[in-house]
C-alpha cells in the first residue's frame, strides 16, 4: 500500500520561503507524478504543480513565478518551495500520486495534509 | 485555465435518497473528469475517474455520466458515511482545476 506523508514548518513567517516535503513508502516514485495541492481553511482545493519522476514539472500559472518542486528519486520523495508567502498560501497542504497512463488520469493516493500558516 | 463550476453548492438529504451533483467545465474536457469526496479533516478520495469509471473498492452506488461539458455525479441511496463534500476535477489539461465542491449534509 502506498502511503504519501508531508512534513515541515507549520508557521512560516510573511515573505519567507515555505518548504515542504512528501515521502513515500509502500512504492516507487519511478514511473509517476508527484503532485501538491492546496486547501485554504474552508475553502476549495488548488491544484500547485507536479514533478515527474524525470524532474519534468509544470506549475499552477496563478503560482508559476513563486513555486519550485523538485524530486529525490533515491530517497523517494519530492518536495515542494513556495517563495514569498503571505496570508494567502495559508492553507491545508496535500502531496498526491498522479496516474497519467491514457485512459486512466486520476490522483489515486494523498497525504493525510499539513497545516501551513503564514503569519508574524 | 478551464473554469469548473459544480451545482449545488451544497444540499440536504435523508438516507436512502437520490441525490445528483453536477459539474460543468467552460470548455469541452472530453471524459477527463474525476470525483472526489472529502470528509472533513481527510483528504479527498478518488470515487470516480475517466467522468463514468468507478475506483476499486468504491460502493456501486456512486456513478458518473457525462461528456464534453456537462457531468453529473449520482448517489444511488444515500448512506450514512456518504455525507462529506464532493468535487469534480478536470484531468484534461493544466492547470488541472477543481469545481468549488457540493457539500452534501444531512437533512
Known amino acids: 500500500q502506498v502511503q504519501l506523508q508531508e512534513s515541515g514548518p507549520g508557521l512560516v513567517k510573511p515573505s519567507e520561503t515555505l518548504s515542504l516535503t512528501c515521502a513515500v513508502s509502500?512504492?516507487?516514485?519511478?514511473?509517476?507524478?508527484w503532485s501538491w495541492i492546496r486547501q485554504p481553511p474552508g475553502k476549495g482545493l488548488e491544484w500547485i504543480g507536479y514533478?515527474?519522476?524525470?524532474?519534468?514539472?509544470n506549475y499552477n500559472p496563478s503560482l508559476k513565478s513563486r513555486v519550485t518542486i523538485s524530486v529525490d528519486t533515491s530517497k523517494n520523495q519530492f518536495s515542494l518551495k513556495l517563495s514569498s508567502v503571505t496570508a494567502a498560501d495559508t492553507a491545508v497542504y496535500y502531496c498526491?500520486?498522479?496516474?497519467?497512463?491514457?485512459?486512466?488520469?486520476?490522483?489515486?493516493?494523498w497525504g493525510q495534509g499539513t497545516l501551513v500558516t503564514v503569519s508574524s | 485555465a478551464i473554469q469548473m463550476t459544480q451545482s449545488p453548492s451544497s444540499l440536504s438529504a435523508s438516507v436512502g435518497d437520490r441525490v445528483t451533483i453536477t459539474c460543468r467545465a467552460s470548455?469541452?474536457?472530453?471524459?477527463?473528469l474525476g470525483w472526489y469526496q472529502q470528509k472533513p479533516g481527510k483528504a479527498p478520495k478518488l470515487l470516480i475517474y475517466?467522468?463514468?469509471s468507478l475506483q476499486s473498492g468504491v460502493p456501486s452506488r456512486f456513478s458518473g455520466s457525462g461528456s464534453g461539458t456537462d457531468f453529473t455525479l449520482t448517489i444511488s441511496s444515500l448512506q450514512p458515511e456518504d455525507f462529506a463534500t464532493y468535487y469534480c476535477?478536470?484531468?484534461?489539461?493544466?492547470?488541472?482545476?477543481f469545481g468549488q465542491g457540493t457539500k452534501v449534509e444531512i437533512k
Open positions: 498526491a500520486r498522479r496516474v497519467a497512463t491514457k485512459p486512466m488520469y486520476f490522483f489515486d493516493y
Open positions: 470548455q469541452g474536457i472530453r471524459n477527463e
Open positions: 475517466g467522468a463514468s
Open positions: 476535477l478536470q484531468d484534461y489539461n493544466y492547470p488541472q482545476t
Open positions: 509502500g512504492g516507487s516514485i519511478s514511473g509517476y507524478y
Open positions: 514533478i515527474y519522476y524525470s524532474g519534468a514539472t
